[in-house]
């Protein structure tokens, strides 16, 4: 079985006090396990993971145009929402009064870490508007071993990490993982991160120029491994797949079917038990 690495960072590092153990993300709070169905990013879909025994969960924020951090993926209320709307056009007051699958109201981030105080969260950034203001948030609070933070944008986060210098683990963003998985060798991969990557958060595979290639390898794991990175893989919702990634020796799995994960993991003595 392989062992993951150790990083530095107790966020990741928690899961050497059950070795051999598995970080399992709850995607969104598990948006498609079937209880839980059209709840995704509510406080209700985090309270049903939790109780499952989910301790890390996945989230995305938003700013309102008042300035307040907000759980919620979408650019728009529209799609999950009974409401409607730019998130960033919007008073926090109009985007509360809004229903996510009819009944459940969108959470600011205050709310979210504040209702898990043992729970560990992996931010998205989704909006250029809230870097900074999630960068004050976490540290203010000092949550530097609670939270790691990604994003897609380079932009994004190369100004959180400016502002952070440090304090909050990221992890990489695609341009730095195709950076590392096609360096000649491990120590120019590892150069090219320049110790601001604490994991490698990926798709197991990934379509380019109409190709399905193959993200999670052998060779992606054992060299991330090697230059002390954890890797993490999105979004996986099938069992034999999931077997197979455990295979590799990932470090985690984000799922939105927690029920799924968690049954795997537990058959695999590997579910980090609360």
């Known amino acids: 079985m392989t ?17 051999g153990s598995v970080l399992a993300f709850a995607h969104r709070g598990g948006a498609e396990h079937p209880e839980i169905r059209g709840l995704e990013n ?5 309270r049903h993971a939790y109780g499952l025994g989910y301790r890390w969960f996945e989230t995305d924020v938003h700013l309102s145009a008042d300035g307040e951090l907000v759980a919620f993926h979408d650019t728009r209320l529209d799609r999950v929402t009974d409401g409607s709307g730019a998130l960033a056009d919007l008073p926090l007051a109009a985007i509360r009064a809004a229903r996510v699958g009819g009944r459940e109201p969108v959470p600011t981030l205050a709310e979210l870490v504040e209702a898990f105080p043992d729970v560990q969260f992996n931010i998205d950034i989704k909006a250029e508007g809230a870097t900074g203001p999630l960068a004050r948030f976490l540290l203010d609070r000092e949550l530097g071993e609670r939270v ?6 380079p932009r994004r986060l190369g100004r959180f990490r400016q502002l952070t210098r440090g304090a909050i683990p990221t992890s990489a963003h695609p341009g730095e993982v195709a950076a590392f998985v096609t360096a000649p060798t491990l120590r120019v991969g590892r150069s090219l991160l320049r110790g601001r990557v604490a994991a490698l958060q990926v798709p197991h595979h990934h379509l380019f120029h109409g190709r399905r290639v193959e993200v999670v390898t052998d060779r992606l794991v054992r060299r991330a491994h090697d230059a002390g990175l954890h890797v993490h893989v999105w979004t996986i919702d099938d069992p034999a797949e999931m077997h197979q990634l455990l295979d590799l020796g990932v470090d985690g799995i984000m799922t939105d ?3 799924l994960l968690r049954d795997v ?7 980090w038990s609360a």
């Open 3 to 19: 062992t993951s690495p150790v990083t530095g960072h107790r966020y990741l590092d928690r899961v050497h006090e059950q070795p």
């Open 42 to 46: 509510t406080l209700h879909a985090f």
């Open 148 to 153: 790691m933070v990604g994003a897609f944008s």
């Open 257 to 259: 079917r927690t029920d």
């Open 265 to 271: 993991l537990i058959e695999r003595g590997r579910w």
